[in-house]
């Protein structure tokens, strides 16, 4: 991450504004193994990324983090194990993306108000953009992608409803994933003509009633 205590800085200071109870966080690698733990994925965040071992970088506002929060007798845990993106050259490791400090803001921000909505039950306001304000820096190329790898990227939801979003244009069209917002409208849609039908045929049958009397 590269920057690691910039994140852990910025993480102590809005806890000790905004949480009760102390809370510590620590870069992992993967899922904890046990139970109990909660989660946040921060989706569609703005990242660079530089290849060990050539010399080739980029960036993507696709790259993923997912957060595991656990609060047990008021002491309180973050696990926080970023995704990377493979090198198109390499294809050998997943590099780690590194954030700007106003993204890593960002990310600690919702990633705080997801603690007190979920940890205490409050009522927080939407979670706040962190791609920057930036548009596509290439395609996003789903078989480098970690995120795309176990299927929780974000990056190709995005193609049929924001074309100022390109990455992912080239490897995503015609991939609708079976929960995307347009194949449930389309389900809910024949599921409306299905209950219109229903009535429809009840209505006919008390007129038939009706007019029989
Ligand atoms: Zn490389
Ligand atoms: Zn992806």
């Not at 493979?86 to 997943?94: A, G, P, S």
């Not at 996003?140 to 049929?160: D, M, R, T, Y």
Request: proline fraction near 6%; include cysteine.
């Amino acid at each position: 991450m590269g920057n690691d205590r910039y994140w852990k800085q910025t993480f102590y200071e809005m806890v000790d504004r905004e949480l009760p109870h102390m809370w510590t966080i620590e870069i992992c690698n993967e899922k904890p193994n046990q139970m109990g733990w909660k989660s946040f994925t921060q989706h569609d965040a703005f990242g660079k990324y530089k290849c060990p071992d050539c010399p080739n970088s980029w960036k993507s506002i696709h790259s993923v983090i997912e957060f595991y929060i656990q609060l047990t007798n008021r002491q309180g845990r973050v696990m926080m194990n970023p995704l990377g993106q493979q090198c198109k050259n390499c294809i050998d490791q997943y590099v780690k993306p590194k954030m700007p400090n106003r993204i890593i803001t960002i990310i600690v921000q919702n990633l705080i108000k997801t603690i007190r909505k979920k940890c205490y039950g409050e009522y927080v306001p939407q979670l706040d953009p962190a791609d920057d304000g930036q548009s596509g820096h290439g395609p996003h190329i789903k078989k480098l992608c970690q995120a795309c790898h176990l299927g929780i990227c974000k990056a190709n939801v995005f193609i049929s409803h924001q074309s100022s979003k390109v990455e992912h244009c080239n490897v995503h069209i015609g991939e609708e994933k079976p929960n995307s917002p347009l194949k449930s409208s389309q389900q809910q849609d024949s599921c409306f003509c299905r209950c219109f039908c229903f009535f429809a045929i009840i209505l006919l049958y008390f007129i038939w009633i009706i007019m029989k009397h």
